[in-house]
């Protein structure tokens, strides 16, 4: 567990003024990693970190010189830890490197992001157990709830090829589905398009093939948080899933926040892990005091959606639902670093976990569609009077992540946002 | 389709004497490609060609300066035929470059084999229409099909940090399994521990996500062929695989045999989609009469086991099974790619497809312990007298493939091995 140091002191100023700014998702005390480059220079991507409206560029600054995040994700977390608090220092007010690093400042507004690194391998587990209850419903009305969801971090293995940074709109695919009482199946348009609403786990340093890392562990092997939406089509994945799990539903495209908030920036918004009443104790290679007391992360999850009426109108995007993340997860993420390794797996820098859909415990907190209009059936009215069962072309969603306590300096994840193309 | 041209002529022989041998697996007709070192060098990994019981290294050659298989998948197929054509005519009795290239042999029994690329996404498919059956039959008996087999190739994203060349020890997996009629989940050693004798296709060029490769150009996006053995934990499987698929019960390790069998050495021996009775025609995306009448491949694949009692005996391996993938697969690999496209998938080079466990009509034609024992209830008698139900630690596992036809010259494929250790 990540103790709190200087570098959350509330009270902290950066030079630059922008971090300073009350409702900035990057004050000096998030300080997330990203890849970036000016976009339309053509310049090779590099790493940067977030400082309210700018992007301090470590190459420039002297500081790393890497194309992608991932031997940062390697090196372990005490190298990032001692590169978070050299940047704190660098980047408060006061500090005597200011006029070198000014220097190596770009406005966000001028930066193209990648994906934080080609990212090897990428697992999406189901830990949201009122978004598992809530689809086992809509299948299984008197049993929502499979047997094992208990006891073992239900999870599959998910496409990394197309996972995209925020911005990149995502066309709506054609897929196999078999309309309800037809003779046999069509191809054509995805009519059930939804989001879901993710956290995205980097993996920082691996594990070797055959030796498992144990929950006391795991959260050395996480290098930091982003958003995830994991668009899904439903009617595709209705009719592909038996019996061996989601593929074309899910392999379309999947959007990540570019800005990975580290375990540390994360360290004064930990929170005990929240089962429902009447769950048993996980197995002990799965449980301990820790991630029981502290494993899971409070954050706040938003979904904001603008049409393509509301944008020719000139509306803004409104807010469709919204859950925590700690409300939602019936397993930390190191129980699922725990789970994925125990029978040798090998975890590697770069890898990504998506948590499942992270929805809480009642309707208006869904994180999906699915949810959110009992499986299409109840439509969301928005306030121009349009109507939403599922997503339309030109729907453009966003999700946002805000972490906000007491005598902490609120922190956020920055966007996530797709628009469905047709 | 690939045309069959100078290269294939039986008659050709290589100055490498032992490329002459009725028995070998690699003669100048096959030509397969792979990346090695030489063991105990700590040399840098390299491209190589398989000819009799040499390899050609490339680089010391001047034909590939590559350190992996990957720019060569990614170059499209008229450089890897052309590549194929200069290899043929050079390896050829009475080359001129014979004296030169006799100095970069090196002894296969002196080199490392890695896999043949840094594997991006991996995909298992289920084209395996008995083995599906059979599986099927063993929990559901009077059903064992579901009704979307016959209309969408079943596959799912698989673990690609896992898969291992042929030789490298494989750990049985511990973890979560439900034994019958307990009050709850057990952790331990897989009790039912298997293997699934698959083909590995790889893919060459991609393609752009949001843009489906068409069922007529999905063959310019196939590198080559390899075997591949899905081990299987049958009791972990049971437990998790409901409703998101299976996960650790397939990510402890895959063995990948380290020559890639390109689609040119396969082109003498290309079979047509042989269907049971009574399926439907696939649905327009995924048919093509060139994929109907030659889409399929005429490999033997065989499966060998040597116990710890047996090598400790002197005593040789024996066969289990032997099966042909063009009698299993309900699927070509051409609409394999269509298929995992269709909805706007990118695939990149060097991703790898598994066939799924490609077992025969009869039950002696299974890929898998779980088909052979009927599901552990009929025990496998090996000659010395042991018996397995699944596997033991210590008991290697040997997948070879063949192809042999009138008038072609046969070719193999190596062997894809490996041991069960504790």
């Known amino acids: 567990m990540t103790m709190l ?14 971090a300073n700014d009350a409702g900035t ?16 220079s053509g310049e090779d991507f590099r790493v940067g970190v977030a400082i309210g409206d700018q992007v301090l560029d470590l190459r420039a600054a002297g500081l790393l010189d890497d194309a992608d995040l991932k031997p ?5 977390p005490a190298r990032r830890r001692d590169l978070r608090a050299r940047l704190s220092a660098a980047l408060r007010e006061g500090s005597a490197q200011r006029d070198a690093l000014a220097k190596c400042l770009v406005p966000q507004a001028q930066a193209e992001m990648a994906v934080p690194c080609t990212i090897g391998d990428y697992t999406d587990f189901y830990t949201g157990i009122h978004h598992a209850t809530a689809v086992g419903k809509l299948f299984r009305p008197d049993n929502p709830l499979l047997p094992n969801y208990e006891w073992v971090p239900i999870g599959y293995h998910g496409r990394s090829s197309s996972i995209v940074p925020s911005g990149t ?10 309309p309800p009482g037809a003779a046999q199946p069509v191809f054509g348009p995805c009519q059930r398009l939804d989001y879901e609403v993710e956290l995205g786990f980097f993996i920082g340093t691996g594990n070797a093939m055959g030796q498992p890392v144990s929950i006391d562990d795991a959260e050395e092997h996480l290098f930091g948080v982003t958003l995830f939406n994991d668009w899904s089509a439903r009617d595709i994945q209705a009719w592909e899933y038996q019996p061996l799990g989601p593929f074309l539903s899910k392999n379309f495209g999947s959007t990540i926040s570019p800005w990975v908030v580290t375990l540390e920036a994360l360290a004064p918004f930990r929170a005990p892990l929240k089962r429902p009443a009447g769950h048993p104790d996980p197995l002990p290679h799965l ?6 007391e502290s494993g899971s992360l409070d954050i706040r999850l938003e979904t904001w959606i603008q049409t393509e009426a509301m944008r020719k109108a000139g509306q803004p995007a409104v807010r469709l639902a919204t859950s925590n993340a700690a409300d939602a997860a019936f397993w930390t993420p190191a129980q699922l670093v725990a789970h994925h390794t125990c029978g040798g797996c090998n975890l590697q820098p770069g890898d990504l976990f998506g948590s499942g859909t992270l929805s809480g415990p009642s309707q208006e907190q869904s994180g ?3 949810e959110l209009t009992k499986g299409g059936k ?8 349009e109507e939403r069962s599922f997503l339309q072309d030109g729907d453009a969603l966003e999700l946002r992540g805000v972490c906000e306590r007491p005598r902490a300096r609120r922190i956020g994840f920055g966007a996530c946002a797709g628009m469905i193309v047709g």
């Open 25 to 40: 998702d990057f004050p000096i005390q998030n300080l997330p990693f990203g890849r970036f480059r000016r976009a339309g």
């Open 72 to 76: 940062l994700m390697a090196s372990g």
């Open 368 to 370: 999906s569609l699915l």
């Open 5 to 18: 140091d200087e570098t959350h002191d509330p009270a902290l100023r950066s030079w630059v003024e922008s």
């Open 169 to 178: 709109p995502v066309r709506r695919p054609r897929g196999q589905t078999q």
């Open 287 to 292: 449980d301990s005091k820790a991630t029981r």
């Open 378 to 385: 109840e439509k969301v009215k928005l306030p121009n009077g």
